[in-house]
């Protein structure tokens, strides 16, 4: 089956680390996005990539690193310089940029300990 | 800058009710909205997506409605079952640029009674 893989589904992290959100698709899809949601909160864009080895910052890029060296592929980093990193993390994909976002992967719980 | 709102933040309704879910956003320059279902502590789905030339979409008990010029969309359900309790947001998507433009709403927060 086609879809959007985010893993792990829950992740713990100590304060001062970084840690690193798995985001893979099978659908062929351009384009790839990593959102924010806060609880009561709408989605916030992260960063975002139309193509592989470009990607551009979001909203609220500060403190994240992302990387496009595959099509399949585009991992998360929280860094220890996200201030405030306890959040649920969603990864998206459309089949190019253009295009309305289509797929969004089950999501990660990050919680800072 | 282009701001979502849906109101109510959250509904509790008894099953078999037809609902209605509101979204209003401040700019009317918009190139499609789309509505998403999200479970509980899950990914969103899309359900229906406007383009700024249409004015309802259709599928199945769900229908969506947008009205630009007023800044509004609706989301209509009929024949509500506990099954459609979830969160549901609307998106809109500015002329210019992708995708990556999407502005979200915070959502509302359906509760179907058996």
């Known amino acids: 089956d086609g879809g959007i893989t985010q893993s792990p589904k829950y992740l713990f992290r100590k304060e001062g680390q970084n840690v690193t959100l798995s985001c893979e698709q099978n659908?062929?899809?351009?384009?790839m996005y990593w959102y924010r949601q806060d609880p009561g909160q709408g989605l916030r864009l992260i960063y975002y990539s139309q193509i592989v080895n470009d990607f551009q910052k979001g909203d609220i890029a500060e403190g994240y690193s992302v990387s496009r060296e595959k099509k399949e592929s585009f991992p998360l980093t929280v860094t220890s310089a996200q201030k405030n990193p306890t959040a649920f993390y969603l990864c998206?994909?459309?089949?190019?940029?253009?295009?309305?976002?289509?797929?969004f992967g089950q999501g990660t719980r990050l919680t800072v300990v | 800058k282009q701001e979502v709102t849906q109101i109510p933040a959250a509904l509790s309704v008894p099953e078999g009710e037809n609902l209605v879910l509101n979204c209003s956003f401040t700019?009317?320059?918009?190139?499609?909205l789309q509505w998403f279902r999200q479970d509980p502590g899950k990914g969103l789905t899309s359900l229906l997506l406007i383009q700024s030339s249409q004015r309802e979409q259709t599928s199945g008990r769900l229908n969506a409605s947008l009205d630009k010029s007023s800044g509004r969309s609706t989301l209509y359900i009929a024949a509500s079952q506990p099954g459609d309790s979830a969160t549901y947001l609307c998106a809109v998507r500015p002329p210019q640029g992708g995708s990556e433009k999407l502005v979200f709403g915070k959502g509302t927060k359906l509760t179907v009674n058996p």
């Open positions: 659908l062929n899809h351009d384009a």
């Open positions: 998206a994909s459309s089949i190019d940029p253009g295009t309305a976002v289509a797929f």
């Open positions: 700019d009317s320059a918009i190139y499609n």
